[in-house]
């Protein structure tokens, strides 16, 4: 399934594209065009507003508006995440009922289709702004602390978050999504979510049991971390930016 981003890529021409895993004993056949429709002109005749309104043209999110990045996070997070909306098993009290509607709005063939689009659109880094949101009043976390609690955890309490996610939350298909290039604001809610309860769609609970371990100040930390973090990284030391933890400790 990592592999998939590429080969849509290669036939967004065709009309149709049939995704195959070893994961699901069907095959899943997807209409990119139609889900690029969807994404960007909605579902008038049922309400559906466009996702791009909310999570950029370029789907790569919304600070502002609490809008996560979807492009190229996962084909099946997606159809989860859409279904969850649609069944009422993520809701209001966490992301705004405005994504229950919409998803219910949507056929199953459609949900699919537009994870499928979103999964085909061109590998983009866009961080979040950290100055400006700080300059907003948020509170904004330390990455340099961050990536320790992403690459190491906290000692007995929590595992580092690339035993799931991947190396500086790339992702892991097709169970766990590139939290990698995320919205700050977006990581931030829901870290803060799994911790209260009011996001209880993790696969054995696995996010809830990881999240009511975590501080505000890690919660912040490992968001301010994961929204700048690349797919790899030069040698000589963890890089954040220019500077290597080693360096960023020093000057703490």
């Given at each position: 399934?990592?592999?998939f981003s590429?080969l849509?890529?290669?036939c967004?021409?065709?009309?149709?594209?049939?995704?195959?895993?070893?994961t699901f004993?069907?095959?899943?056949?997807v209409?990119?065009?139609?889900?690029?429709?969807i994404f960007?002109?909605?579902?008038?005749?049922?309400?559906?507003?466009?996702?791009?309104?909310c999570?950029?043209?370029?789907?790569?999110?919304?600070?502002?508006?609490?809008a996560?990045?979807?492009?190229n996070?996962g084909?099946?997070y997606?159809?989860?995440q859409l279904?969850?909306?649609?069944?009422?098993?993520?809701?209001?009290?966490?992301?705004?009922?405005v994504?229950?509607?919409?998803?219910?709005?949507l056929?199953?063939?459609?949900?699919?289709?537009v994870?499928?689009?979103v999964?085909t659109?061109?590998?983009?880094?866009?961080s979040?702004?950290?100055?400006a949101l700080?300059a907003?009043?948020?509170?904004?976390g330390e990455?340099?602390?961050?990536?320790i609690?992403v690459?190491?955890?906290?000692?007995?309490?929590?595992?580092?978050?690339q035993?799931c996610?991947?190396?500086?939350?790339r992702?892991?298909d097709?169970?766990?999504?590139?939290?990698?290039?995320?919205?700050?604001?977006?990581l931030?809610?829901?870290?803060?979510?799994?911790?209260?309860?009011s996001?209880?769609?993790?696969p054995?609970?696995q996010?809830?049991?990881?999240?009511k371990?975590?501080?505000?100040?890690?919660?912040?930390?490992?968001?301010?971390?994961?929204?700048?973090?690349?797919?790899?990284?030069?040698?000589?030391?963890?890089?954040?930016?220019?500077e290597?933890?080693?360096?960023?400790?020093?000057k703490?």
């Amino acid at each position: 399934m990592r592999n998939f981003s590429g080969l849509a890529m290669a036939c967004l021409g065709a009309a149709m594209l049939t995704i195959t895993s070893t994961t699901f004993a069907e095959e899943v056949k997807v209409n990119i065009a139609n889900g690029k429709n969807i994404f960007e002109n909605g579902k008038p005749d049922a309400g559906v507003a466009a996702c791009q309104t909310c999570h950029g043209e370029k789907a790569l999110g919304n600070d502002a508006m609490g809008a996560p990045r979807l492009a190229n996070i996962g084909y099946v997070y997606v159809v989860k995440q859409l279904t969850n909306f649609a069944e009422g098993k993520r809701t209001g009290n966490e992301v705004g009922a405005v994504m229950n509607g919409f998803a219910q709005a949507l056929t199953e063939q459609e949900r699919r289709d537009v994870a499928a689009y979103v999964n085909t659109l061109p590998m983009a880094t866009e961080s979040s702004d950290l100055a400006a949101l700080k300059a907003e009043g948020r509170s904004i976390g330390e990455p340099f602390k961050g990536q320790i609690i992403v690459r190491y955890g906290v000692t007995n309490k929590v595992s580092a978050c690339q035993t799931c996610h991947g190396f500086n939350g790339r992702g892991a298909d097709p169970v766990y999504p590139r939290i990698a290039q995320q919205k700050y604001v977006y990581l931030v809610n829901q870290l803060t979510h799994w911790r209260d309860g009011s996001r209880a769609n993790d696969p054995l609970g696995q996010m809830r049991a990881v999240a009511k371990n975590l501080t505000d100040e890690d919660i912040n930390n490992v968001a301010a971390f994961l929204t700048q973090a690349s797919d790899s990284t030069v040698g000589g030391g963890m890089q954040v930016g220019n500077e290597t933890v080693l360096e960023n400790i020093l000057k703490h």
